[in-house]
């Protein structure tokens, strides 16, 4: 004879271990590449995936201007035949460094802001594993408009909330089924 407490329960056990093991199976590759890349992304200075920002002398003078710093970076990219659109300078008063970074290449070139020589050319590794981390990267490639990166970042996002709900009911709902067997 079944228990009309216990039966309702035991059938929603079967059913959220089947939706877990369903919803776990194309999932574990996302949780995966994410994990991997929280890590990259949380040691990226310590493991040298991001250039040091170098330092100059830091002395009182005039900068040169923002568009020369561009115009500074873009040759540098023209030489190495890289795309010269840039995305962004990052100005580090503290150190005399102004880093140029660009649209479509994970390249840096580090200037000293006062003469304009270049200090650095180098890959930003954090930036590309970044863009990997929240699924950017196709868009990236694809020159779309953030729609896979809003997908992929909801979808994972639901996935790793049901997942973690479903972990728990499978934890927590048999050691109500034996408590409810046992009285």
């Given amino acids: 004879m079944s228990d009309p407490i216990i039966q309702p329960k035991v059938k929603a056990l079967r059913w959220i271990r089947s939706l877990h093991k369903w919803l776990g199976l194309p999932l574990i590759l996302f949780f995966f590449i994410i994990g991997i890349t929280s890590i990259l992304l949380a040691w990226k200075k310590k493991a040298e995936l991001l250039p040091p920002t170098l ?5 009182q003078g005039e900068w040169i201007s923002p568009t020369e710093m561009v115009n500074i970076a873009e040759l540098e990219m023209e030489k190495l035949g890289a795309s010269i659109e840039v995305d962004r300078i990052d100005i580090r ?4 460094v102004a880093k140029v970074t660009f649209k479509t290449h994970f390249t840096e070139v580090q200037l000293d802001g006062l003469s304009g020589e270049v200090l650095s050319i180098e890959t930003r ?5 970044e863009k990997v981390h929240d699924g950017s990267i196709v ?28 972990g728990f009911y499978l934890w927590y709902y048999p050691k109500v089924i034996r408590r409810l067997k046992g009285r």
């Fill in 55 to 59: 330092k100059t002398k830091v002395e």
């Fill in 93 to 96: 008063p503290d150190k005399g």
């Fill in 125 to 129: 590794h954090s930036d590309w594993i």
């Fill in 139 to 166: 868009d990236f490639y694809i020159g779309g408009d953030e729609a896979t990166k809003l997908t992929y970042s909801t979808l994972t996002a639901l996935g790793l909330i049901l997942m973690s709900l479903s």
